[in-house]
């Protein structure tokens, strides 16, 4: 018998989210089939791993008021025609399920915030509906960072035994360690929006001005056209990629230049690619990368990523130490199996199913 996931998105598209539940959902197995939900219609993630055995659950909600009565009736319509054994729904573009939902063991997903959604700038009317609809007493929630488990308990009053910190994992096996030899070549893998702040990033680059080096970026967004016109000389846009792993292989050091994240999982994936990280300290940022790499997470300032830029790459011996150590981190606490164990286990507490060992093999 296996056990039927409901997973609701605000879109479909790929973004961290979707590459979390894409990576988790293959590693689970047999024991456990997914059907997902975008409230926006766009299913363009599921393309991305084109033998997964996913179902895909028609619909499209309408935008506007928090709370809509058609979209309510919708989704009652498809819990009760689905019938699931647990809800799982992923950040604020799809809280009208927790109203929606009667009775269905139901996870809730915050995976970080929007420029609106810092924790230093939360949208006032977003933080007030959070206090309220997280009352519920059948939600349970996850947390991939401890910044944002905080913010649960602090901003949005949630008792703490109701909320479940797991940080996001990978497949470590499938970054490669390349010997990285040659010019410079510093990179990032973001979605091209405007709290990436891949601006920041261009204009850090410029300013270091280190002889011969590039600048790689891998993603798309809203943002593409006016950072092409930003950019200089040397800056490459690569656009999204479905696997970004040999993108990485390609960077000799990893630059975040973000205004808000929280457990970003293009970080775990440069740092199991046996990179060094040039990053803005925001959310755990600094927690996850070795202890000889905390040095170079700075203030979200241009002139501070790149004074951080420059000390990196003019030190390749410590370079090559941070990377070594970083690769080993990323397998020792944020591999696939400790990620898929934890969710199996927690899902399998959540719909009052046995516990078993899970293995996943990588």
């Given at each position: 018998?296996?056990?039927?996931l409901?997973?609701?998105?605000s879109t479909?598209a790929l973004?961290g989210?979707?590459?979390r539940?894409?990576?988790l959902a293959?590693a ?8 997902v ?6 299913y363009?993630?599921a ?9 895909i659950?028609?619909?499209?909600a309408?935008?506007g008021?928090?709370?809509s ?7 009652r319509e ?8 647990l809800?799982l729904t992923?950040?604020?573009g799809a809280v009208?399920?927790?109203?929606a939902?009667r009775g269905v063991p ?7 915030f929007?420029p ?5 700038a939360q949208?006032?009317?977003r933080?007030w509906a959070?206090r309220v ?6 939600l349970?929630?996850v947390?991939?960072s401890q910044?944002l ?5 602090d901003a949005?009053?949630t008792?703490?035994e ?9 497949d470590?096996?499938r970054?490669a360690?390349?010997?990285r030899s040659?010019?410079p070549?510093?990179?990032?893998v973001a979605?091209?929006?405007a709290?990436?702040r891949i601006d920041?990033?261009?204009d850090?680059?410029?300013k ?5 080096a ?5 993603g ?7 950072l ?13 990629q479905?696997d970004?792993?040999p ?6 050091h990893?630059a975040?230049s973000?205004?808000t994240e929280q457990m970003p ?9 046996g990179l ?12 996850m990368?070795c202890?000889?790499?905390?040095p170079f ?10 004074e ?5 790459v003019?030190?390749p ?8 150590s ?6 020792v606490?944020?591999?696939l199996?400790t ?6 286990s927690?899902?399998?507490?959540l ?5 078993r060992?899970?293995q996943?093999?990588?």
């Amino acid at each position: 018998m296996t056990t039927h996931l409901l997973w609701a998105f605000s879109t479909f598209a790929l973004g961290g989210p979707q590459r979390r539940f894409l990576t988790l959902a293959g590693a689970l197995g047999d024991e456990y089939r997914h059907s997902v939900f975008a409230m926006d219609g766009c299913y363009d993630a599921a393309d991305a791993v084109p033998d997964l055995d996913l179902r895909i659950v028609e619909g499209k909600a309408e935008k506007g008021a928090l709370v809509s009565r058609a979209n309510l009736a919708m989704m009652r319509e498809i819990l009760e025609r689905e019938r699931p054994d647990l809800l799982l729904t992923s950040n604020w573009g799809a809280v009208e399920w927790i109203v929606a939902n009667r009775g269905v063991p139901h996870l809730h997903f915050e995976d970080g915030f929007g420029p609106d959604e810092r924790p230093d700038a939360q949208n006032p009317k977003r933080l007030w509906a959070r206090r309220v609809l997280f009352r519920k007493r059948s939600l349970r929630f996850v947390a991939p960072s401890q910044v944002l488990a905080d913010t649960f308990r602090d901003a949005w009053k949630t008792k703490p035994e109701r909320v479940n910190l797991i940080p996001n994992g990978v497949d470590c096996a499938r970054f490669a360690l390349p010997e990285r030899s040659g010019a410079p070549v510093i990179g990032t893998v973001a979605a091209l929006r405007a709290e990436k702040r891949i601006d920041r990033l261009i204009d850090a680059f410029d300013k270091a001005a280190i002889p011969g080096a590039g600048l790689l970026i891998v993603g798309d967004g809203p943002e593409r056209a006016a950072l092409e016109a930003r950019a200089g000389e040397g800056v490459a846009f690569a656009g999204a990629q479905d696997d970004v792993a040999p993108f990485l292989a390609r960077m000799t050091h990893f630059a975040m230049s973000s205004d808000t994240e929280q457990m970003p999982i293009s970080l775990v994936e440069a740092m199991a690619s046996g990179l060094p990280v040039v990053a803005t300290d925001v959310g755990d940022t600094r927690a996850m990368v070795c202890e000889a790499n905390r040095p170079f997470i700075v203030a979200p300032e241009t002139d501070a990523l790149a004074e951080a830029m420059r000390r990196l790459v003019a030190e390749p011996e410590l370079a090559g130490e941070i990377a070594a150590s970083n690769a080993v981190k990323a397998r020792v606490q944020y591999g696939l199996d400790t990620m898929a164990g934890r969710y199996d286990s927690l899902f399998r507490a959540l719909t009052g199913q046995s516990e078993r060992v899970h293995q996943t093999g990588t």
